[in-house]
T-cell receptor, first 115, second 113 residues
Framework: DVKVTQSSRYLVKRTGEKVFLECVQDMDHENMFWYRQDPGLGLRLIYFSYDVKMKEKGDIPEGYSVSREKKERFSLILESASTNQTSMYLC??????????????FGDGTRLSIL | QQQVKQSPQSLIVQKGGISIINCAYENTAFDYFPWYQQFPGKGPALLIAIRPDVSEKKEGRFTISFNKSAKQFSLHIMDSQPGDSATYFCAASVQGGSEKLVFGKGTKLTVNP
């Protein structure tokens, strides 16, 4: 089974801190994604990466950056955390489809609180 | 902006009943429509998916109905069970793209015993 592991289930940080959320997948997937999940707003894409050192902005990239130095690891960075970034963050990965869509495999999320 | 509109936001069904969740889209380039199921404390997981070349796909108690002309698709859960209580997300994407999905806002389903 594909395993997507997020480094922390719960995280509490202070306003203005630089925050790193880490995600690792073990199935050699090319594509990795970061979402945030808020009640009533569903899953919103922050950034995604389709290869090492490649990244593309999603729908809500403001205040975030990402890093993908190795194929299996995709990091989300909050440059200067703010209270409106308190949320559940989900990482996902998927193989490139080669003509057919592949399912996204999700981690169990990191619940981040910014105080 | 690409959007997938999902309704209802929440749904309460009695055990044994039929749960129906609806989604609508605007972008005619979408050609892959998955549904994801999320239990509390877990990430979403693919439940069932359909392409627009068929009008219906069934897997056990779960059925997707697809209406291409109306740009709508729906999830039907037959004989709903308390274990089906979860949040369900519809999504859409373009085949052969970057595997990027556009998600609906989710439906919280509660199945009462």
């Amino acid at each position: 089974d594909v395993k997507v592991t997020q480094s922390s289930r719960y995280l509490v940080k202070r306003t203005g801190e630089k925050v790193f959320l880490e995600c690792v997948q073990d199935m050699d997937h090319e594509n990795m994604f970061w979402y945030r999940q808020d009640p009533g707003l569903g899953l919103r894409l922050i950034y995604f990466s389709y290869d090492v050192k490649m990244k593309e902005k999603g729908d809500i990239p403001e205040g975030y950056s990402v890093s993908r130095e190795k194929k299996e690891r995709f990091s989300l960075i909050l440059e200067s955390a703010s209270t409106n970034q308190t949320s559940m963050y989900l990482c996902a990965s998927t193989k490139t489809g080669q003509g057919s869509n592949q399912p996204q495999h999700f981690g169990d999320g990191t619940r981040l609180s910014i105080l | 902006q690409q959007q997938v509109k999902q309704s209802p936001q929440s749904l309460i069904v009695q055990k044994g009943g039929i749960s129906i969740i609806n989604c609508a889209y605007e972008n005619t380039a979408f050609d892959y429509f998955p549904w994801y199921q999320q239990f509390p404390g877990k990430g979403p997981a693919l439940l069932i998916a359909i392409r627009p070349d068929v009008s219906e796909k069934k897997e056990g108690r779960f059925t997707i109905s697809f209406n291409k002309s109306a740009k709508q698709f729906s999830l039907h859960i037959m004989d709903s069970q308390p274990g089906d209580s979860a949040t369900y997300f519809c999504a859409a994407s373009v085949q052969g793209g970057s595997e990027k999905l556009v998600f609906g806002k989710g439906t919280k389903l509660t199945v009462n015993p």
